[in-house]
């Protein structure tokens, strides 16, 4: 381990508002890269499903 | 077409969008595995066992999320350019979905190489943006996929909007070397100290093996989200299609 | 051209006489709106202009801009035209017809965007030394400002052609056309205005200028396919 207490490790040696803005960022990018496409794919099959019925109730 | 002996068979298999959304279905749930143990374990190797820099500090850790980011910039691109070729040489609709899926995903990859580059600087150099020669293209490559996304967006008809996307990112791809040396050699003009972001080869194993995860975790990662997005373009595309309806009535 | 569709008759025509023909045509259809092309030249003078208003004034500060300033001007006024070269063919169904016909689509590009670049990159390099005196640029660096902008301006011409082939069918193209050529022209941007720095401090000027005759060489070469095939693209649909 290269730190020797939780204070440590969020402090960073001074760095810590750096090195967690950027993990913040990361998985911020990363989560929202993957959940935006399953919400998407929701929509995208609700809206379907729904001109499937209106298409076959004509 | 027949007489492209030289391609294999999976090639042609790729050209028809419900093989693809069929077999993006079985391989995603893998990719999303492999991405979470690398990302997660990578994360916590980073953060918690690699050594600190010995001049940078602790800051240093942003290089594990910095250099991933920007390599699957650089590939994404490379990907999109492809895509776009092989959709106007080969017409096929899926290489078309690819290049568009691909470009957000891409874009937001260099938009986080920029912004940790750009943190990285600021306790590494003293200023919150530098005219840094990789900074600098890469934020060139930024404008890159904003163009292919905007023309994509504009052009109403998809198969043209594809199509013009698909030249643009061609046009790009042969721009990115010229880009990419005029920008360094810029540099070196107006920047006599060069500063270098990454210790590439005075890196020791304890340093570069959790960059490796994380890089190998953020590739897993775009193929995730790349097929996540590919699927959603081939059911819009797709709507009308006999195995389109039977899949929506079996939600 | 009196012989009507006689295929093998159409078929001589070379390549030199159709270069010939379409500029000529460029020409004639420009200066039948005189005030059209003075706009590009008006806007690089108003470019320039801007910056000691919004900057400084200060003669020793705009000399150290003043290679950058015109270049990046030149660009702008450049980018501004560009959107012109294919909308008016595209209107009136012309371009379409040009699509159509046997006549390769390459030697036609080429003699419309040189038919475009006279008008506009050639006139903006003739203009450059009135910006470079209200900018305070040393007198040395006037012939490698000249130089530059004489090979850099043919490329930005060339690479704004493709721009414009992408976006002609859209209705509002024009700021979606800086968005995708912008990128495109920072390399010529780069060796351009540091040919023009090289020159002020009396540097060497070759390897500026032979960077920029390469850009324009694999432009020359590449542009016309790429804006033939975003042609054909754009009138598909």
């Known amino acids: 381990m290269s730190f020797n207490s939780v204070s440590e490790f969020l402090a960073m040696g001074g760095h810590g508002l750096y090195v967690w803005l950027s993990y913040g960022l990361g998985a911020g990018v990363i989560v929202a890269n993957l959940i935006l496409p399953k919400l998407s794919r929701n929509r995208l099959l609700a809206e379907q499903k729904r001109r499937l019925r209106r298409e076959e109730t004509v | ?251 | 051209m009196s012989t009507g569709t006689n295929p093998e008759n159409m078929q001589k025509v070379s390549a030199l006489a159709l270069f010939m023909a379409t500029m000529r045509r460029e020409f004639l259809l420009s200066f039948r709106r005189k005030s059209d092309l003075a706009n590009p030249l008006i806007f690089f003078l108003m470019v320039a202009t801007l910056f000691p208003l919004g900057v400084s004034p200060e003669p020793g500060f705009l000399a150290q801009l003043a290679p950058g300033v015109v270049w990046v001007a030149a660009l702008l006024a450049t980018l501004l035209s560009m959107d012109a070269l294919f909308r008016s063919d595209y209107e009136d169904g012309s371009l379409e017809q040009l699509l159509l016909s046997p006549q390769p689509l390459f030697v036609v590009v080429l003699a419309k965007v040189s038919a475009h670049w006279c008008m506009t990159g050639l006139a903006l390099t003739v203009m450059a030394p009135l910006l470079a005196v209200m900018l305070f640029l040393p007198a040395d660096g006037m012939p490698g400002l000249m130089l530059s902008l004489l090979l850099g301006t043919p490329t930005l011409s060339l690479v704004g052609a493709i721009g414009a082939a992408l976006t002609v069918g859209l209705k509002k193209g024009g700021v979606l056309i800086s968005l995708l050529v912008l990128p495109l022209y920072i390399p010529v941007l780069i060796f351009g205005s540091s040919a023009v720095q090289a020159a002020v401090t009396g540097l060497p000027l070759g390897g500026y200028l032979a960077l920029l005759g390469a850009l324009l060489a694999l432009a020359l070469a590449l542009a016309p396919l790429a804006v033939a095939a975003a042609l054909r693209i754009s009138i598909s649909s």
Request: net charge positive; hydrophobic share 55%.
């Open chain 2, 1 to 251: 077409m027949a007489d492209k002996k030289w391609l294999p068979r999976w090639f042609f298999q790729l050209a028809s969008p419900r093989w693809c959304y069929q077999i993006t279905g079985r391989l995603l749930p893998w990719f999303l595995l492999a991405t979470l143990i690398l990302l997660a374990g990578g994360t916590v190797w980073s953060l918690l066992f690699a050594p600190a820099d010995y001049q940078q500090g602790n800051s240093f850790r942003i290089i594990y999320l910095h250099v991933p980011s920007a390599i699957l910039a650089q590939s994404a691109y490379m990907l999109m350019a492809v895509a776009g070729a092989i959709g106007l040489i080969w017409k096929m609709k899926v290489a078309d979905m690819v290049l568009k899926s691909a470009a957000p995903i891409g874009a937001s990859m260099a938009v986080l190489a920029l912004a940790t580059g750009a943190i990285w600087g600021k306790p590494t150099w003293g200023s919150w943006w530098v005219w840094d020669a990789r900074l600098t293209s890469m934020l060139i490559l930024l404008f890159l996929y904003l163009g292919v996304m905007a023309l994509n967006s504009a052009i109403e008809n998809e198969s043209t909007a594809a199509q013009a996307s698909a030249v643009l990112a061609l046009v790009g791809v042969v721009n990115i070397p010229i880009i990419k040396y005029s920008v360094e050699w810029w540099n070196t003009l107006h920047q006599p100290a060069t500063f270098k972001l990454t210790e590439k080869p005075a890196m020791p194993p304890e340093m570069w093996l959790p960059l490796l995860v994380m890089v190998i975790g953020f590739y897993c990662f775009f193929a995730v989200s790349l097929m996540q997005r590919l699927r959603n373009e081939i059911i819009w595309r797709e709507r009308r299609a006999s195995w389109v309806r039977e899949l929506l009535n079996k939600q």
